[in-house]
């Protein structure tokens, strides 16, 4: 029965996100980690690393268990990217691109799609896909992707947490709650 609850939780998605909120204590062992161009915060854990890329519009941020450098990998982390006036540079208001996005989330070759899911909160139209991808070439990882996308600014967030299989288990304890506790600004 314990075998059966642990699976569980690790398998459950992540609640809803926060909207429009000020920002609350960070729990032990998290820092929030601001990011200013979005007008968002995440959880940072203790001892990852954080950086920004991109260009103003479309910033991409990195929250990771290993520093990226110059090449730009990691082995366990979370991606947030931001991609305002979506219609404008896809051709499709951002809650059909986040649709169409998901879609092929998942089916590539060497990967599983493990679950997904769909739901609307207030303008957002929020997606989830978790799948495993088990490329010839590399150890299997486990993947999460959340795209939210607001209906009223046609802005698209795609949020992607991601970690070798083998750590999978405990690497979503982290990313589980980064996840959930992510805070946006609804009007963006």
Do not use: I
Not at 125 to 133: A, D, G, L, P, W
Not at 165 to 186: H, I, P, S, T, Y
């Amino acid at each position: 029965m314990l075998r059966f609850v642990c699976l569980f939780l690790l398998v459950l998605p992540a609640s809803a996100q926060k909207y429009n909120v000020p920002l609350a204590a960070a729990p032990t062992g998290f820092a929030w980690q601001p990011l200013p161009e979005s007008k968002a915060a995440l959880l940072l854990p203790e001892g990852w690393a954080y950086q920004a890329e991109g260009e103003k519009g479309s910033p991409t941020y990195y929250l990771t268990r290993e520093a990226t450098g110059e090449s730009g990998e990691y082995q366990t982390g979370l991606s947030l990217q931001v991609v305002r006036k979506v219609k404008t540079k896809t051709g499709r208001p951002a809650p059909e691109y986040a649709e169409l996005l998901m879609l092929r989330t998942g089916f590539g070759p060497g990967q599983q799609q493990l679950e997904k899911a769909a739901s609307v909160e207030g303008p957002f139209y929020k997606r989830t896909v978790r799948y495993r991808e088990a490329p010839p070439e590399a150890e299997a990882r486990v993947v999460y992707q959340l795209a939210l996308a607001n209906a009223k600014t046609d802005t698209l967030y795609l949020l992607t947490f991601e970690s070798p299989e083998k750590d999978w288990a405990e690497a979503w304890k982290l990313g589980a709650v980064m996840v959930r506790e992510l805070v946006l600004d609804g009007r963006q």
